[in-house]
């Protein structure tokens, strides 16, 4: 069954460090989005991308973050320098298209220190 | 008002018992509600889909939706232990984004089957 693969699962860096979570999502699906859920709390929506460029974003997706399908089969989250408060698991979903359901990756546990 | 809210529970129920989870909305743009199950430190995984109002099933989970109340639920028969995991609703505005299903979620409610 296809899924949406990221990679790593776990990624600990020092505050004020550039970090690039990688996912490589579902082969025929043309809309990625990054979402994240800091310990304890509910998950939340970062940025949504289509066709090259971002489709949404949210209020927390500020100029610190960035995102980029490099190839045709990854899709990157950069946050360039990252702060305590970045500390969340950060899941990478795709969809097959803007109204059908989006499947989730594992997650990248993201710990600034 | 929170756009979405649901009861965080825990909730912990006897193997076999008819479990019901629900949330509410306020927001009258949402026409997509999901339900995902999320096991501790994993991602979440879709249960349940649906666009419109009235019941869909799905084997032991059915999933409600009443648009005219803003109230959505699931209800799990005949529960079991590996049904325990968090329970998590979601929605989205078709349309809304002009690309993409931005998805606002529920909290999560945690759900324990006990043998």
């Known amino acids: 069954e296809p899924e949406v693969t990221q990679t790593p699962s776990h990624q600990v860096t020092q505050m004020g460090q550039e970090v690039i979570l990688r996912c490589v999502p579902i082969?025929?699906?043309?809309?990625f989005y990054w979402y994240r859920q800091i310990l304890g709390q509910k998950v939340e929506f970062l940025v949504s991308?289509?066709?090259?460029?971002?489709?949404?974003k949210s209020e927390i997706f500020d100029d610190q973050f960035s995102v980029e399908r490099p190839d045709g089969s990854n899709f990157t989250l950069k946050i360039r320098s990252t702060k305590l408060e970045d500390s969340a698991m950060y899941f990478c979903a795709s969809s097959e298209n803007r109204n059908t359901e989006a499947f989730f990756g594992q997650g990248t546990r993201l710990t600034v220190v | 008002q929170k756009e979405v809210e649901q009861d965080p529970g825990p909730l912990s129920v006897p193997e076999g018992a008819i479990v019901s989870l629900n949330c509410t909305y306020s927001?009258?743009?949402?026409?997509?509600f999901m339900w995902y199950r999320q096991y501790s430190r994993k991602g979440p995984e879709l249960l349940m889909y649906?666009?419109?109002?009235g019941n869909k099933e799905d084997g032991r989970f059915t999933a409600q939706v009443d648009k005219s109340s803003k109230y959505i639920s699931l209800f799990i028969r005949d529960s079991q232990p590996s049904d325990s995991a968090t329970y998590l609703c979601a929605m989205s505005a078709r349309g809304l984004t002009g690309g993409g299903n931005k998805l606002t979620f529920g909290t999560g409610t945690q759900l324990k089957v006990e043998l």
């Open positions: 927001n009258s743009a949402f026409q997509y």
């Open positions: 991308f289509y066709n090259n460029e971002i489709s949404e």
């Open positions: 082969s025929n699906h043309l809309y």
């Open positions: 649906t666009y419109s109002s």
